[in-house]
């Protein structure tokens, strides 16, 4: 049974870095073919992927994002990190990880199964 | 970068069949899969690879994927299936592409 669940802080403040924690489970990431990615949605908007990192450690970023994101992984203890650096409030919304099963023989990843989302607000 | 692009809303009567469209750039040539998102509950995935469904959804969801377009349909459209749909694809320069989603409503 494949599961993941975030964690992190409900609240942070204008300009301060947002550490997230996926912690999952029914898997490994050291598979080839699997990734864990992370995505976010601000309130009534749509999705938007933000990074992910595979079984090699290739790590893959949003462009516009890039330079204020890092995605790193804890094999032994099937945890994915994602840091976000100079909160805005306009990064306000509910951030999911996801395992995505990417094909590289088909240029192909879909998320089959995702987190409960954990929703992050930025206030002063 | 690559973009998908969606109308924002569907509207269907129950029983009837709802179309959900998702555009891009031969976007035939790559591999889609559709997501659907209930108020207040994380994205399911739905159809990957174009038209396959995974284990435990409903035989009325399926998918094509041709020229510029791919399509969701549900058939015999029920008031559960009442959410938004997202598209999405992977792309060598953007990675992964989400479409901006569509409501779907049944009336």
């Known amino acids: 049974q494949v599961t993941l669940r975030e964690s992190g802080p409900a609240l942070v403040k204008p300009t301060q870095t947002l550490t997230l924690t996926c912690t999952f489970s029914?898997?490994?990431?050291?598979?080839?073919?699997?990734?864990v990615s992370w995505i976010r949605q601000p309130p009534g908007k749509a999705l938007e992927w933000l990074a992910l990192?595979?079984?090699?450690?290739?790590?893959y970023y949003t462009t516009s994002l890039k330079t204020r994101l890092t995605i790193s992984k804890d094999t032994s203890k099937n945890q994915v990190v994602l840091t976000m650096t100079n909160m805005d409030p306009v990064d306000t919304g509910t951030y999911f990880c996801?395992?995505?099963?990417?094909?590289?023989?088909?240029?192909?990843?879909?998320?089959?199964?995702w987190g409960q989302g954990a929703l992050v607000t930025v206030s002063s | 970068s690559y973009e998908l692009t969606q109308s924002p809303s569907v509207s269907v009567s129950p029983g009837q069949t709802a179309s959900i469209t998702c555009s891009g750039y031969?976007?035939?040539?790559?591999?889609v899969c559709w997501y659907q998102q209930k108020p207040g509950q994380s994205p399911m995935m739905i159809i990957y690879?174009?038209?396959k469904r995974p284990s435990g959804i409903p035989e009325r969801f399926s998918g094509s994927n041709s020229g510029n377009t791919a399509t969701l349909t549900i058939s015999g459209t029920q008031a559960v299936d009442e959410a938004e749909y997202y598209c999405?694809?992977?792309?060598?320069?953007?990675?992964?592409?989400f479409g901006g989603g569509t409501r779907l409503t049944v009336l």
């Open positions: 996801a395992r995505m099963n990417f094909h590289s023989e088909n240029d192909e990843g879909y998320l089959d199964y």
């Open positions: 029914g898997f490994s990431l050291n598979t080839r073919g699997l990734c």
């Open positions: 990192i595979d079984w090699d450690d290739e790590q």
């Open positions: 031969k976007l035939g040539e790559k591999y």
């Open positions: 690879q174009d038209n």
């Open positions: 999405q694809a992977w792309d060598s320069s953007t990675d992964v592409v």
